[in-house]
């Protein structure tokens, strides 16, 4: 449990209301996933604008959830931001896609989803 993303934000804002956890958790596998594949999508096209506006949305969740991507996921949020043709990105988007992937994974099974 809690080994690829921590609940320690998540519990502080919803003041260990266990409902309300398990609702973020739900929101988290509906909105998180569905985005990863946007921004995926959008790098191998190399679609500067889809890049930076999933990975924009994807940053308050995966910093709440504590991923330990985030650093990284601005990085590909700077790179569509700013079109960035000169750099690849294709590192930092698989590290993001893992991160997610696992978090995806041990979240429905902790959170029997």
């Known amino acids: 449990m809690e080994?690829?993303?921590?609940?320690?934000?998540?519990?502080?804002l919803a003041d260990?209301?266990?409902a309300f956890i398990g609702a973020l958790a739900e929101a988290f596998l509906e909105e998180v996933p569905e985005d990863?594949?946007?921004l995926k999508k959008a790098v191998?096209?190399?679609d500067y604008y889809n890049a930076y506006q999933a990975a924009h949305?994807?940053?308050p969740t995966i910093d709440l959830f504590e991923l330990g991507v985030l650093d990284?996921?601005?990085e590909v949020q700077d790179w569509g931001k700013f079109e960035k043709k000169d750099l690849d990105v294709t590192a930092q988007l698989e590290t993001?896609?893992?991160?997610?992937?696992?978090?995806?994974?041990?979240?429905?099974?902790d959170f029997k989803l």
């Open 3 to 12: 080994q690829h993303y921590k609940l320690y934000r998540v519990r502080e």
């Open 16 to 18: 260990n209301d266990e």
């Open 36 to 38: 990863a594949e946007r």
């Open 44 to 46: 191998a096209e190399k």
């Open 57 to 59: 949305k994807m940053k």
């Open 72 to 74: 990284i996921l601005i």
């Open 96 to 109: 993001i896609i893992n991160a997610v992937e696992n978090a995806v994974s041990e979240i429905r099974s």
